[in-house]
């Protein structure tokens, strides 16, 4: 599968389950309240295929375009409604059960997010230890006086296990701290404290990556440049190399490290290279052509060939996290609760300017990071989905008309005015909350472009 292929489908998957639950959430609120489903649709316009099922001939559809999708319920507003089924009208029913139909599509997102991270701390993950490499010159990691191979043990008193959790912790804590403390264990078994500025993000924005402008980068050990083994119909099983070959030289460039060796073959996609190999105590030369292959959207060279006993390493790099069904659960409700409030703290540092617009990021960008997250595994991928169900949920609860939240929002009025908004309010405001999402799709696509000019 090809490179833009394997994105597309990721992305495909994401959307269209994202799609599905939320509408469902929709679907189980009006049957438990009694309101006829005429349509559910995944996706806008021309329906492609579609099937009448149920007691009430609900018809399913799947529409021309996927970019979302909708529940259509009996309402009279919409069309004539027959004497004998106007219980089961939309607009007939209690304000309060309205509000449980359209609060159940987000709550169905936050629902999906929950189960996915408890499945995931519960079935347990592993990942990279919060091991720190050399910090970026002049960054506020190398004022700090951040050492290469620094283990953090807490940020801010908060335990961490994992990059992710000391990821997490810092960019919550960039939103209203300029520094922050870290507990770190050096390499000569002693606990040191350092303060971290956290300032530099908030000045340069959340563009990107926030600990590569903090300075903070993954320890990658040294291994050296010996081969464990060689994938069949390779570049390097072509080329004659073997299991315990040690690559001395490429095209006279001595190499010292196996990072030394993966960093040349990157930036030799289709070019052949000269290697000295050391083998069974005698040297030789062999050439290799590295294979030109897509990585996020830029050509690299790869052989096909892996490192020898890296699993000393891989040791001292991963941990394996695992709770408890109990404990995964309360870990997950706590991962969705504070998601989703970040969430809504950045849309309020947009909304105010303390947060550039650039940081919005529409389906192009998204289709990458499924694309990313789906190649790291199933784990990262059903992450990645877990945070868009929630960035997801979160959306569509904001006040604005035409969003499950505008439509909430007007039954609130009506609780409080005891009497529903007039249809030309309703009207009025339907068209200024198409024009502003017109409007956010518009600067997000725009990002995306941008994004992928700029690299």
Known sequence: MSGFLYYLVAFAVVLGILVVVHEFGHYLAARWAGVKVLRFSVGFGRPLVTRRCGRDGTEWALAAFPLGGYVKMLDE????????????????????????IVAA???????????????????????????????????????AGFDNGELVLQVAGEKVQTWQEMRWLLLQKAVDHDAVDLELLNPRQEVVVRRLDLSVVRQSGWEGDALERLGLRLYRPRLPPIIGSVSVRSAAEAAGLRAGDEILEIDGEPIESWADLVRVVRQSAGRT????????????????????????????????????????????????????????????????WDKSTFTLVMIGRMITGEV?????????????????????????????????????????????PILDGGHLLYYL?????????????????????????????????????????SG
């Not at 507003?77 to 309205?98: C, I, K, T, Y």
């Not at 892996?306 to 995964?328: C, I, K, N, W």
């Not at 389906?363 to 997801?392: E, R």
């Not at 409080?416 to 696509?445: C, D, H, N």
């Open 273 to 336: 290279l000269q290697l000295d190999v050391l083998r069974e105590g005698l040297r030789q030369r062999l050439s290799v052509q590295p294979s030109a292959v897509e990585e996020q959207g830029k050509e690299v060279g790869r052989i096909g060939a892996s490192v020898r006993d890296a699993g000393q390493a891989r040791e001292q790099l991963m941990v394996t996290v695992r709770y408890d069904p109990l404990s995964a659960l309360g870990k997950a409700l706590v991962e969705t």
């Open 356 to 400: 550039s617009w650039r940081n919005l990021s529409g389906p192009v960008t998204i289709a990458d990071y499924a694309g990313q997250s789906a190649k790291l595994g199933v784990d990262y991928y059903l992450k990645f989905l877990a945070l868009v169900s929630i960035s997801l949920g979160v959306l569509n609860l904001l006040p604005i």
């Open 77 to 100: 507003r919409e069309g004539e409604v027959a004497a004998d089924e106007l219980h089961r009208s939309f607009n007939r029913q209690p304000v309060a059960r309205r509000i449980a």
């Open 105 to 143: 599509g987000p709550a169905a997102n936050f629902v999906l997010a929950i189960l996915l991270y408890w499945g995931l701390f519960w079935y347990g993950s592993e990942e990279f230890r919060p091991i720190l490499g050399p910090p970026v010159m002049s960054s506020p990691a190398a004022a």
């Open 413 to 453: 009025v009506e609780i409080i005015k005891r009497g529903p908004v007039s249809e030309r309010t309703m009207e009025i405001g339907q068209q200024i909350g198409l024009t502003f999402l017109i409007m956010l799709m518009a600067f997000a696509f725009y990002n995306d472009i941008n994004r992928l000019f």
